[in-house]
C-alpha cells in the first residue's frame, strides 16, 4: 500500500496520517447522533471483539471449574499465569515478529521513522528495549494481572460479592460489558494523570516513557506499582453486580489491549491493498510529547482537560503554546528560598 496517500513523511522519516484524530462522539458536545451512530462500529472492531472473543473461550476452555476455584492452589493459579502468558507471547510476539524484526511493511505507516533495534539506550536493561519490555511484562506485568484474576475468580467462586448470572440480569450484564472499555479508559486516565506528577512519574512512570518509540513489548513495560495501578479498575467487578466472563473481558481490554497504543504503526498490512486500523497515533502522541493524550480518546477527557492532541498542525500549535505558558508559570512562581528572603 502507499502510505503517502493517506499521510505525510518528514524529512527525518516520520510518517503522520492526514485525518484528525477525533475524541469518541459519546459525551463529546455539541452532541449528534449521526456521529455516535458512525463511529460505533470503531468502538468494536477490530480490538473490542478479538477481546470478548478471547474472553469467552478463555471462560469456556481455559478456566478452572467453580469447586476448583473455590480452594486455593498454586496448581490452578499456575494455569491461569501460563495462559495468560501464551496469549501475550503468542500475540506481541507475532506483532513484534512483524512489524519490528521481519519488517514485513518497511516503514509504510510506521510513526517513527527509525526502528527501537537501531538505536541501543543504556536506559534499558541490557541496553535492549525489547529485552526491557519482555522482562517487565513477565516478571512482573503477567503476576499482577494474574494475582487481581486470581483474587476475582476465587471470590466468585466462594459467592464473596455481588455476583449476577444472565438469566436474571440480562440487560444490565449487557450494559456493563459495553461499559467496560470506557471503565477502563477512565481509570487509566486518572492514574495515568496522577503517576504524571513530578515525584511519582521518576520513581514509577519514567519506566514506561523510556520507549520514546514505542513497539509492542513497551506495551507493559511498566514499574510493578504502575502494574499494580494498572490492572486495579478490575476491583469494579467486586463493587457492581458482574459475571465471571466480564470480569475475563476487562482483564483482556486492560492486559492485551495495552498493546494498541505500542504498535507504532497507523495500519497493519494484511494482504495486498488491505490494511487494519491500528489505533496507535493517540497514545504514540503521548509517548511522543509526554504531556498530552493521557487517555486514547474514546471519551473526551483530555479535549476537557486541554490535553487533547488532535494529530494536525494546530494540535501541534495549541500544545506548544500551552507548555510555553507552563513555563513562563514556572519561571513567574518565587522559588521556596525567595519566597523565603521575601518573607
Ligand atoms: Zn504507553
Ligand atoms: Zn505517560
Redesign the pocket.
Known amino acids: 500500500m502507499n502510505d503517502l496517500e493517506f499521510g505525510t513523511r518528514d524529512k527525518r522519516g516520520n510518517w503522520r496520517p492526514n485525518r484528525r484524530l477525533e475524541v469518541g462522539p459519546l459525551l463529546d458536545m455539541p452532541w449528534n447522533l449521526m456521529r455516535v451512530l458512525k463511529w460505533i462500529p470503531s468502538y468494536f472492531l477490530p480490538w473490542n471483539v478479538v477481546f470478548f472473543a478471547i474472553a469467552g473461550l478463555f471462560w469456556v476452555s481455559l478456566t478452572p471449574e467453580r469447586t476448583t476455584l473455590q480452594t486455593f492452589d498454586w496448581g490452578w493459579v499456575a494455569f491461569i499465569f501460563l495462559r495468560n502468558a501464551a496469549l501475550i507471547a503468542l500475540l506481541y510476539g507475532a506483532l513484534e515478529l512483524r512489524l519490528y524484526v521481519r519488517r514485513a511493511q518497511g516503514d509504510r505507516f510506521k510513526y517513527n521513522g527509525k526502528f527501537p533495534s537501531d538505536a541501543p539506550s543504556s536506559v534499558f536493561w541490557f541496553n535492549n528495549q525489547n529485552v526491557d519490555g519482555v522482562l517487565r511484562t513477565f516478571l512482573s506485568g503477567l503476576p499482577i494481572w494474574t494475582a487481581y484474576e486470581v483474587l476475582i475468580l476465587w471470590m466468585w467462586a466462594n459467592g464473596l460479592g455481588p455476583w449476577a448470572i444472565f438469566g436474571d440480569s440480562p440487560l444490565w450484564l449487557v450494559a456493563f460489558g459495553l461499559m467496560i472499555p470506557l471503565i477502563h479508559e477512565v481509570h487509566f486516565f486518572i492514574i495515568?494523570r496522577l503517576?504524571?506528577i513530578p515525584i511519582l512519574?521518576k520513581w514509577i512512570?519514567s519506566v514506561?516513557?523510556n520507549s520514546v518509540n514505542p513497539s509492542p513489548w513497551s506495551s507493559l513495560s511498566m514499574h510493578p506499582v504502575e502494574h499494580l495501578l494498572y490492572w486495579s479498575d478490575s476491583l469494579i467487578h467486586l463493587i457492581v453486580p458482574s459475571h465471571p466472563v466480564l470480569v475475563l473481558y476487562h482483564l483482556q481490554v486492560t492486559g492485551t489491549g495495552a498493546v494498541i497504543g505500542h504498535i507504532g504503526f497507523d495500519k497493519i498490512e494484511t494482504g495486498a491493498g488491505r490494511a487494519i486500523d491500528s489505533h496507535a497515533y493517540a497514545h504514540y502522541l503521548?509517548?511522543k510529547y509526554?504531556e498530552v493524550n493521557?487517555a486514547d480518546g474514546m471519551l473526551p477527557l483530555d479535549k476537557w482537560m486541554g490535553t487533547w492532541h488532535d494529530g494536525t498542525k494546530e494540535g501541534y500549535r495549541l500544545m506548544k503554546e500551552r507548555f510555553q505558558k507552563k513555563k513562563a508559570r514556572q519561571v513567574a512562581r518565587p522559588s521556596l528560598k525567595e519566597k523565603e528572603n521575601i518573607g
Open positions: 495515568h503517576i504524571h512519574y512512570h514506561h516513557h503521548h509517548h509526554f493521557y
